[in-house]
DNA sequence: CGTCTAATTTGATGACTATCTAATTAGAAG
DNA sequence: CTTCTAATTAGATAGTCATCAAATTAGACG
């Protein structure tokens, strides 16, 4: 799941986790109304009215139409009921944390293989090992420049094979390297490594 | 859909309905966390957390479990699931309305004197106590007997002070007593209904 | 046009709540 | 018991947001 889609599954709940706005779902699914009878019906004034709509209407949720001196506002029955299917499938759930820490399976890897700040042991698969390289490169800066020296350095904190992930990283595109000197690279991979939590 | 039902549902989105809240459920679906990593995760700090977690916990959305010196948290994924089957259909949205129609006044009494099931405190104003008697009352069937063993236990799980709420039950009219035997009175002041508020 | 009504926008206010730090509690482990 | 860690509670603060009154807009209709 895409942040994109987190923020607006954020946003509908946000929406009708209050009161009046729900109490407007529920009127709007028995019958249209004006502006003016739901003030009536929720005890409320015009323009409070006005905003919650205009927050239901920005979603989808609701639909209106000018009738005469009067706009008639209808519910998105299907919106909801759409979003209903899969919304709260297990996998739909789990899908909502990719887009807040990076996927479990990274984080399994580096659980793993990772005891606090060490590296205890370099993984055999390729991919595994690129989890690690990701969460080692986070080490450092975007933007400095690092000499050889200063990169083993830091390399030496995590684990005693600097020569090897000194040139993983840069086989695998985390850092870039010119005339002896040492970068970080953008991520262009969308999900960076989760930090390990539990070690 | 009764009062009750239509606030723990907006409960429930007011709880999902937040941005911390909603990655700490994705988060669980993937896999069960303590405190201290949640904190992590999310870059907050334990207590915030912890305090999210309450009221999840407090819905039912999650469970916690000690185990060694931290506390596990699981989603109760049953929970949700459940949950969004019917729960966006038509009909059950429609039946949002109905509770609706009750008196602002009264929900807002009930909100600040209940917490879930329990009363938080008994209102000192003689209208709002009418407010929470007739919530308690609906405790009861009606062409029940009881006695008066029975009315306390069944009261006792709302507030300890079972004899004055068994007495003002009976004072008020919502209950009627005769040689130790209890039983609900209809509800002869209803609620009016919304007058026609359109033309 | 001008007037009337419904709705929206604006700006202010109060309530709520997410978050933090500091203090406290509950257990585990020595 | 004492110490250490994880978690919760308490208290304070800041940011968000629901609500309202007042001002403004948008149409309808004569």
């Keep these: 799941m895409e942040q994109e889609e987190f923020e607006s599954l954020l946003q509908l709940f946000k929406v009708i986790g209050n009161e009046s706005r729900l109490r407007i779902v529920g009127l709007l699914a028995n019958q249209e109304r ?22 239901m209407k920005n979603l989808g949720l609701v639909t209106a139409e000018a009738v005469g001196n009067v706009r008639i506002h209808r519910l998105n029955a299907g919106f909801l009921e759409g979003m209903s299917k899969e919304l709260f499938s297990k996998e739909k ?13 990274e984080r399994k890897v580096l659980r793993s293989f990772l ?12 991919k595994k090992q690129l989890v690690i390289l990701r969460w ?3 080490k450092f800066e975007f933007s400095v420049r690092y000499s050889e020296r200063e990169l083993n350095e830091i390399i030496k904190q995590h684990h005693p094979d600097t020569a090897w992930l000194r ?15 040492y970068w970080r690279l953008p991520d262009d991979a969308r999900s960076p490594a ?5 070690g």
């Design 136 to 138: 080692l490169v986070e």
């Design 194 to 198: 989760a930090d390990q939590v539990r």
């Design 167 to 181: 040139r993983s990283m840069i086989d695998r595109k985390l850092m870039a390297r010119e005339k002896g000197v």
């Design 115 to 126: 005891d606090g700040q060490r590296i205890k042991e370099i993984p055999a698969q390729y």
């Design 93 to 105: 759930l789990a899908d909502l944390a990719d887009s807040v820490t990076g996927d479990a399976r």
């Design 34 to 55: 004006s502006v003016g009878e739901l003030a009536t019906l929720l005890d409320l004034k015009e323009p409070t009215v006005s905003h919650h709509l205009a927050l």
